[in-house]
């Protein structure tokens, strides 16, 4: 469905409680740029960008092709962190804030964000969807002086291959015509704790012309820009980000499962370890790791290097441990049955929080999902509860729902997976079996630490 811009007065805000109407009209033709920034998909990523420029009073033009998105935005039925749902409110109200799921507004931005998801499919391959018809999106819409700039986490070359060189084909050159860079998102969903202004971009262009450009444009609302020599500077630069947390994460876990052997308390030596003032970063075992960037994008590295015919062992057997992480949680409900003695096969098991980390709703590639598709491959009876995710879906098609008091389900043994703050754990019954996978993160009495 073609749709024009929808501008913030015409959207009603979270607190009238209904969906807003879209007010659909033609848009005018462009004349010159009326918009400093366009964010291409307003996802975990793009909306709280666009939101961010908005914040710099900047004018801001959000792109999403589902319109189901930009009614929920409109509504605020949105995951977001308080400070920018408070944004969200007042660019509603705000000329500068418009939403639209039609393409050819871009041509209306001084500059356009892509800001789109970049997956792995089940055998842990680029999957390159999205991105590629974002990029193909920009590239079409490109409008001469436009600066364009890539943020999703992929490939050392991407940039050049779906931007760089289709708008040369356009006659688009960048350094020149357009001014194209990379400059990968960091945004934590859930963490209140730091904003957006505050975090450093890194930015490499195509040309050092596309590079000045781009770093404008970021600095439109960060404080600080950190300039690298080229854009395979920037692309690898987040991947060594990410790839540093899953190596880090696969070791803490292997810690705990040592650990356990021998009888230490993992979180005890964690804390003891981190008092060291140099050396050491901390980091926390667990059931798994969920969301859009640590069990994906070292993956990209890995499958550009496959290509190259070039090893990298020590992120392949880190990928191995982290993706095998929430089968050996399966396991580890298994061993806890048959210690009662009981079989898998028709037990009910509960699983606590299904987000992949506290405080979101986001179940993107959740540790959660496998558990309780690997439980439910056992035989085992499933339940889960989680305020901030109503339902999901397994990999079987089966739909599950949040139990609305998890005393009904009479669980024989209680997973603790995702420890939100909300997490009410006042139904456990005393000697209720609790296999803790967040390691003591929900505080719970006698729990068996995974």
Not at 182 to 210: H, K, W, Y
Not at 331 to 336: A, G, N, S, T
């Amino acid at each position: 469905m073609s749709t024009a811009p929808v501008t913030g007065p015409q959207l009603e805000p979270a607190a009238h409680g209904r969906q807003p109407d879209l007010n659909i009209v033609d848009p005018s033709p462009a004349t010159g740029f009326t918009r400093d920034v366009a964010v291409i998909g307003l996802g975990y990523v793009g909306l709280p960008t666009a939101l961010a420029y908005f914040a710099a009073d900047q004018a801001v033009l959000g792109l999403d092709a589902s319109a189901a998105r930009l009614v929920a935005i409109g509504a605020g039925q949105v995951d977001v962190i308080p400070t920018d749902r408070a944004r969200l409110e007042s660019a509603m109200f705000d000329d500068r804030f418009q939403l639209t799921a039609d393409p050819a507004m871009l041509s209306t931005a001084a500059a356009v964000i892509v800001c789109v998801p970049t997956p792995v499919d089940s055998h842990f391959v680029p999957d390159l969807t999205a991105l590629r018809a974002a990029c193909d999106t920009a590239v079409r819409h490109a409008t001469p002086g436009q600066v364009i700039v890539l943020t999703s986490t992929t490939y050392v070359g991407c940039t050049i291959d779906l931007l760089v060189e289709p708008l040369a084909r356009r006659g688009l050159r960048a350094g020149e015509d357009v001014f194209v860079a990379f400059s990968a998102e960091r945004i934590d969903p859930g963490n209140s704790g730091t904003a957006q202004e505050v975090l450093p971009r890194v930015i490499g262009g195509a040309t050092p012309a596309c590079a000045e450009r781009a770093a404008a444009t970021l600095a439109g609302y960060a404080e600080h820009v950190h300039q690298v020599p080229s854009l395979a500077t920037a692309e690898m630069t987040k991947l060594l980000e990410n790839t540093f947390r899953a190596v880090n994460i696969a070791l803490v876990n292997e810690f705990a499962d040592i650990c356990r052997t021998l009888d230490i308390d993992v979180t005890h030596v964690i804390e003891a370890a981190a008092t060291k003032p140099y050396g050491f970063m901390a980091f926390t075992p667990g059931p798994g790791v969920g969301g859009h960037c640590i069990p994906c994008d070292p993956h990209y590295l890995l499958w550009q290097l496959r290509k190259d015919r070039t090893d990298a062992p020590m992120i392949t057997e880190a990928m191995r441990q982290i993706a095998g992480r929430p089968g050996r949680t399966v396991d580890r409900v298994r061993e806890m049955l048959a210690e009662r003695p009981m079989a898998v096969k028709g037990a009910r098991v509960l699983v606590v929080g299904v987000a992949y980390k506290p405080d979101v709703a986001d179940v993107r590639e959740s540790p959660a999902l496998e558990i309780l598709q690997g439980l439910r491959d056992l035989g085992a009876a499933i339940g889960y509860v989680d305020p901030h995710v109503p339902e999901v879906r397994l990999r079987d098609g089966v739909v599950l729902k949040s139990l609305v008091d998890p005393r009904w389900f009479n669980p024989a043994l209680v997973l603790l997976h995702t420890p939100h703050a909300d997490t009410d754990l006042s139904w456990l019954t005393p000697g209720q079996p609790v296999l803790d996978a967040t390691f003591g993160r929900l505080d719970v009495a006698d729990a068996v630490a995974l």
